[in-house]
């Protein structure tokens, strides 16, 4: 019984001796891509891991859509299987949140037969190549061999070949802690914050080296940006590319950042015109009650309200009945040249003979075939109404 057990013992020893030589001279031949924002950085190298086993890294990439993690067994410990180096094994589903130094993932473990493998982490990216990092030799073990279930440990056998170790061989590896709090720490000697995701943007302040400050959310517009909590109470947006980020990011929210602001169009100051400018004003009658065939008279205003004299042109008016619009007279007066500041009156005589008790419109326009170059056109009309009376007409 002692010789079986001893026998058990010795086999044991040699087996974990060769894979403490053995996997640290592999894991040479894999190092890890040094990309901050795409990597696994739990496990390490040539650790072993059972059960749910929780990954850890940064997936964190502008215009990330999503990553995924896999795993795929090496061939050199595995004699009797063929082994396809294009073939990898889900780990975990693709996940679309951003992660920075968090949790990638749970690796249920005991769906892989027990062995040695290499984990790979894959990001996608929207309009560019995937990124991919590797991490092994990583050795799954859940099912130990039955004479490892023992009073004696295993680093008891080891110490009774070998003798004591150094403390750091047979030490399990510690996990470390982690802090999850999502948050960035500014890299460069002073860095802007602004009200937005991109340098379009108005800069609220700016923040020195060394400054950490909290991460509320990350742009949806695939910029990359971060939405900061500032020391004082006040948040905006920072760029990734001027800060480390840490923590968990993989709950983080996807915020809109707001719109763009319109920078406003300059107004010019107004400068004096340089022009003259005709304005209508008003129309009096010299008989009050304008009457059938009674010649009457129409006196109507004009101003030069612009800066230089106005040159001679015309005023034209225009008798039409109300009801249908039709031209009951025509008359046309020369303009004389008026200068600035300065009213004159135009006089119209009239003699109308048709379509007595009803409304007629009288249209006065000042420069009706736009001869004279003024600042404003839009004044150069004045319209009044009366009713002919009877008189005398049959």
């Not at 058990?8 to 060769?18: G, I, K, P, W, Y």
């Not at 040539?46 to 215009?63: H, K, Q």
């Not at 996990?175 to 500014?186: E, G, L, N, Q, W």
């Not at 500041?341 to 379509?355: A, D, E, K, Q, Y």
Request: hydrophobic share 35%; with cysteine.
């Amino acid at each position: 019984m002692n010789r079986s057990r001893n026998l058990a013992l010795l086999l044991f020893s040699t087996v974990l001796m060769a894979l403490l030589f053995t996997l640290p001279i592999y894991a040479q031949t894999s190092p890890t891509p040094d990309n901050p924002n795409a990597n696994i950085s739990w496990p390490p190298p040539v650790y072993t891991v059972s059960g749910d086993f929780t990954i850890r890294g940064s997936a964190n990439l502008p215009n990330q859509s999503n990553y995924f993690i896999e795993y795929q067994p090496v061939a050199a410990f595995f004699p009797d299987e063929v082994i396809d180096p294009n073939v990898w094994l889900p780990a975990n589903a693709p996940s679309a949140s951003a992660v920075q130094d968090g949790i990638l993932g749970v690796w249920d473990t005991t769906l892989a037969d027990d062995g040695v493998y290499k984990i790979r982490l894959t990001v996608r990216v929207r309009g560019g190549q995937p990124v991919s990092a590797i991490v092994e030799p990583i050795r799954v073990l859940n099912n130990p061999p039955p004479f490892v279930v023992e009073e004696t440990s295993p680093r008891d056998i080891i110490e009774g070949i070998i003798g004591t170790p150094p403390p750091s061989v047979g030490q399990p590896t510690p996990i470390p802690t982690f802090d999850v709090t999502p948050r960035v720490t500014v890299n460069r000697s002073s860095v802007n914050v602004r009200e937005g995701d991109s340098t379009a943007y108005p800069v609220i302040t700016a923040l020195t080296q060394g400054t950490t400050v909290s991460v509320l959310g990350i742009s949806n517009q695939g910029t990359g940006w971060y939405y900061v909590q500032l020391p004082d109470g006040r948040r905006g947006w920072i760029s990734p590319t001027v800060v480390e980020a840490e923590g968990d990011f993989s709950n983080i929210a996807r915020l809109a950042p707001p719109p763009i602001p319109v920078t406003p169009t300059p107004i010019p100051t107004a400068t004096p015109a340089t022009v003259s400018n005709l304005t209508a004003g008003i129309v009096v009658f010299d008989n009050p009650t304008p009457t059938c065939a009674v010649p009457f008279t129409v006196g109507f205003d004009v101003a030069n309200t612009g800066s230089i004299p106005t040159p001679g042109g015309f005023v034209t008016l225009l008798d039409s009945r109300q009801a249908d619009g039709s031209v009951q007279a025509n008359v046309t007066q020369p303009l004389p040249i008026i200068n600035p500041g300065t009213t004159v009156r135009i006089n119209f005589p009239l003699t109308i003979s048709t379509w007595y008790n009803e409304v007629h419109v009288i249209t006065l326009t000042i420069d009706s075939s736009n001869q004279i170059f003024e600042f404003n056109e839009n004044d150069n009309r004045q319209t009044v109404t009366y009713v002919l009376q009877k008189g005398a007409c049959p």
